[in-house]
Nanobody, 124 residues
Framework: QVQLVESGGGLVQTGGSLRLSCAASERTFSSHTMAWFRQTPGADREFVAAITWSAGSTKYVDSVKGRFTISRDNAKNTVYLQMNSLKPEDTAVYYC?????????????????WGQGTQVTVSS
């Protein structure tokens, strides 16, 4: 069982930056594909970014390409999401997810473990 704990959310103005962190409890974290999703009230959970266990490959939703960067530190069992040039439409609860399939899936059901979420609010 992998436990994930997100941190780093908050309130920021348009154009600002935040870095989200997701700490995993499991030593086998390094073998998992990790991803970030986000969700607004009444909407489905949306894929944001994913990274393979080796950090050799990444994938992003088009709306965040060039602004967000996903990375991981397997020695610290932590995955990060650096968010720059934030926009009001980035406002959401951001969730960290871990998957054992080893590929950069965008579907929520491909991921086995989820964090509790952290709120990101971008003011205009």
């Amino acid at each position: 069982q992998v436990q994930l704990v997100e941190s780093g959310g908050g309130l920021v103005q348009t154009g600002g930056s935040l870095r989200l962190s997701c700490a995993a409890s499991e030593r086998t974290f390094s073998s998992h594909t990790m991803a970030w999703f986000r969700q607004t009230p009444g909407a489905d959970r949306e894929f944001v970014a994913a990274i393979t266990w080796s950090a050799g490959s990444t994938k992003y939703v088009d709306s965040v390409k060039g602004r967000f960067t996903i990375s991981r530190d397997n020695a610290k069992n932590t995955v990060y999401l650096q968010m720059n040039s934030l926009k009001p439409e980035d406002t959401a609860v951001y969730y960290c997810a871990a998957g054992t399939t080893g590929w950069l899936y965008t579907q929520t059901y491909k991921y086995d473990y989820w964090g509790q979420g952290t709120q990101v609010t971008v003011s205009s």
